[in-house]
């Protein structure tokens, strides 16, 4: 399996496959509104004007797992758009942890363990997928999107 085996559904209800990014680095984000860290939809939104010019795709997929996410998807894209100005795609609650995990977050934590194992252990875990679909890596909740920038531009001169 690979990334791109997966199906994932955006905040209006349409379902596309991951294979749609082949040949883009992506960061994947999981994100709650209503979360302490939801200040770094600045930061994810900074980082995908800066770098989707270099095929960089920020993906947001917002979890209540933690409640603190609004209970409608098309909801909580629309503050992240309004209170941020998140134009990056976003996504279809689901969970992140569990049987119940959306399967590309099975994937992800399975290729990143991270403090916790396969557990993410709260939103803003940041997934960081070069252009052929590697798992590079994972960052905490409290890793700020600027402190990201160094490993993603190492990333891109990779590939």
């Known amino acids: 399996m690979s990334i791109y085996d997966y199906d994932v559904t955006l905040e209006n209800g349409e379902s596309y496959s991951m294979s ?16 302490g860290f939801a200040p770094q939809f600045e930061g994810l939104e900074d980082l995908y004007e800066t770098f989707k010019d270099q095929d960089v795709v920020v993906l947001g997929f917002p979890s209540n797992q933690f409640k603190q996410e609004l209970k409608d998807s098309q909801e909580a894209a629309e503050a992240c758009r ?4 998140v134009t ?6 689901n969970d992140v942890n569990g049987k119940k995990a ?18 993410i252990k709260w ?3 940041k997934f960081l ?14 890793t700020v999107p600027e402190k990201i920038i160094p490993e993603l531009k190492q990333v891109l001169a990779e590939s």
């Open 20 to 35: 749609k990014y082949k040949g883009k680095t992506l960061l994947i984000v999981n994100t709650a509104t209503k979360c």
């Open 82 to 85: 309004m209170t941020y100005g």
């Open 88 to 93: 990056f795609p976003m996504h279809d609650i």
């Open 102 to 119: 959306l399967p590309l977050f099975q994937y992800l934590t399975a290729e990143a363990p991270g403090a916790l194992g396969d557990a």
């Open 123 to 125: 939103n803003f875990t």
């Open 129 to 142: 997928v070069d252009r052929n679909g590697v798992v590079r890596k994972r960052f905490t909740p409290e």
